[in-house]
């Protein structure tokens, strides 16, 4: 089981920045998956989550209305859209499979003017 993240990089606020999920080794259509971020000095916190079919999504507050995920289940890939990005947005941002616990190595997102 294997997950890549990409996409991360500088941003401006206000700016706006696509991360990808790769996924490999497992059944992609079968699995939920979510994306979490990591800001330093903080713990990891939940961004949010999205089915297996991708007809459920839930956000946390701190994205809901800026951010939104989808999938491509004949890609296996996961995607992250953010936009309206502030600077407590910088993390290192995760993907990972909540049911079978695995995560991926993460991809820096820093947002700065």
């Known amino acids: 089981v294997q997950l890549v993240e990409s996409g991360g990089g500088s941003v401006q606020p206000g700016g706006s920045l696509t991360l990808s999920c790769a996924g490999s080794?497992?059944?992609?259509?079968?699995?939920?998956l979510s994306w979490y971020r990591q800001a330093p000095g903080k713990e990891r916190e939940w961004v949010g989550l999205?089915?297996?079919?991708?007809?459920?999504?839930n956000y946390s507050d701190s994205v809901k209305g800026r951010f939104t995920i989808s999938r491509d289940n004949a890609k296996n890939m996961m995607y992250l859209q953010m936009n309206n990005l502030k600077p407590e947005d910088t993390a290192v941002y995760y993907c990972r499979i909540p049911t079978l616990g695995n995560w991926g190595r993460g991809t820096q997102v820093t947002v700065a003017s």
């Open positions: 080794g497992f059944n992609f259509d079968e699995f939920g």
């Open positions: 999205i089915y297996s079919t991708g007809d459920q999504i």
